[in-house]
């Protein structure tokens, strides 16, 4: 083998191994979203507000005070496949709800792995952002629709990379 090939090649291997170990940090985020309206739950019952995003293409088309009414919609871009919490608090705390979130994908499909369920709002559950995740849907469902003027707060610690 020549000598200037031999180089070449370990210079493209140096690089290729050196871009697939470089660490990009993602930063640690909170997002908050409200709910104003517990849902009922169950037996095909769905929330108008997340009906809405999604028979739309996930986009509000100028309606975007619907995000709120009975879900809370989150973009999620740039923290799929990392760790996150959430908890919540009801203002009416008559409501009892139960708060949930699943994840839609870029082309607004539900992913069906991931997700949470929570009916005690102040202990913070861990959940998976799945890989391809772009949205998170909240919402908070009673056997009777109450408005609980629930607030939802998602924290993701980010990704930490080494120092060499």
Request: charged share 15%; with cysteine.
């Amino acid at each position: 083998m020549k000598p200037r090939f031999t180089i070449a090649v370990a210079v493209g291997a140096t690089l290729l191994l050196t871009g697939a170990t470089t660490c990009k940090p993602i930063p640690a985020k909170t997002w908050k979203g409200t709910i104003a309206f517990s849902h009922i739950g169950g037996n095909g019952f769905v929330s108008g507000s997340e009906q809405y995003f999604q028979d739309n293409g996930c986009n509000w088309n100028g309606q975007d005070s619907l995000n709120g009414f009975d879900a809370a919609v989150i973009d999620m871009t740039g923290y799929a496949g990392l760790s996150a919490t959430v908890t919540w608090s009801a203002a009416d705390s008559t409501a009892s709800p139960t708060v949930s979130g699943f994840f839609l994908d870029g082309t607004c499909q539900q992913i069906v792995e991931g997700g949470f369920s929570s009916s005690t709002g102040t202990t913070p559950q861990k959940f998976t952002i799945p890989s391809q995740a772009k949205w998170l849907e909240v919402d908070a469902q009673t056997v009777a629709p109450w408005p609980s003027n629930i607030t939802v707060q998602i924290q993701s610690r980010g990704k930490h990379c080494r120092k060499k």
